[in-house]
């Protein structure tokens, strides 16, 4: 995990604020945070469905007050949870940003 980790910190989101949480000096999962909007929410497999999105997300939502998100249209899971964080759909796109076809949802919590 420690790998896809530095994959991803070193090669997505570029410049974003990264946030961790780790246990035991265990890696649990990571927040990436672009200006008002969350870059990235990952949680190790074995980690997940433990608090562990929860807790980084409530973190940042209280310190940060993120305002948007994208999500993988083919993840249930992960608009499920961002939709129990209180964001709402706001648009959906076929293709990403690099013009691969990969449909993405982005979702945006008022208030």
Do not use: Y
């Not at 946030?19 to 265990?26: K, L, M, S, T, Y």
């Not at 990571?30 to 929410?41: A, E, M, P, Q, S």
């Not at 310190?63 to 608009?79: C, F, I, T």
């Amino acid at each position: 995990m420690r790998r896809r980790q530095a994959v991803v910190a070193e090669h997505c989101l570029p410049g974003a604020e990264p946030w961790g949480a780790e246990a035991d000096r265990v890696f649990l999962g990571f927040i990436r945070l672009l200006d008002d909007f969350i870059g990235g929410l990952f949680v190790a497999p074995a980690a997940q469905r433990q608090g562990v999105g929860r807790a980084l997300a409530d973190h940042t939502l209280a310190r940060k007050g993120q305002r948007a998100l994208e999500v993988d249209a083919a993840n249930a899971a992960a608009r499920g949870f961002s939709e129990r964080l209180g964001f709402v759909e706001a648009g959906r796109w076929p293709i990403n940003d690099i013009d691969k076809p990969f449909a993405l949802i982005r979702l945006e919590r008022v208030g």
